[in-house]
């Protein structure tokens, strides 16, 4: 069995490794506990929500968001309730997409979802592209049934 210092060593080095991972992400992550509590957020993240060190431990309702998406709240409820992932599709006020992932954090042991990850993907470029897709295949239907009803001798 490990030495009290060696444990302590292990987990300084654990807790090391995730500091260094949330201060170089680029995805903007919020863990909020089973009290939907903020427990911890990339830096990314305080683009989308008005965050600072001292909002570690503050329910998230209380927390400011930048989205035109009121029910964040409840789908963070509902995950938490029942385990599942959710995935959604959401625009900030600013009008830029995101896909947001609402992910369980289970104890695996106790097999308890104890809070959730959310996380924010950029998909606005992807959005735009897609709205163009649309539009052309519109305007090819279009043409195709002008050039159907065209009668050639």
């Known amino acids: ?16 490794l995730l500091e260094n991972y949330f201060r170089n992400t680029i995805i903007p992550q919020l863990f909020i506990d089973g009290t939907l509590r ?17 909002d570690i ?3 998230i309702e ?34 830029r997409w995101y896909q947001m992932n609402i992910f369980p954090y289970i104890l695996l ?4 979802t104890e809070g959730v ?5 950029e998909i606005t470029a992807m959005i735009e592209e897609l709205r163009v897709q649309k539009k052309l295949v519109a305007d090819y239907e279009i043409l195709i049934r002008f050039v159907t009803t065209l009668k050639i001798p």
């Open 1 to 16: 069995m490990p030495s009290k210092n060696q444990q302590i060593r292990e987990l300084s080095f654990h807790i090391e």
């Open 38 to 54: 903020l427990q911890k957020f990339s830096l990314p993240a305080m683009k989308q929500f008005s965050l600072a060190d001292s």
């Open 57 to 59: 431990g503050r329910p």
């Open 62 to 95: 209380e927390i400011k968001d930048n989205f035109r998406f009121p029910s964040i709240i409840d789908n963070i409820k509902k995950v938490t309730d029942t385990g599942e992932i959710l995935e959604k599709e959401i625009q900030t006020l600013d009008r």
């Open 109 to 112: 042991q106790a097999k308890k």
């Open 117 to 121: 990850i959310v996380t924010f993907v």
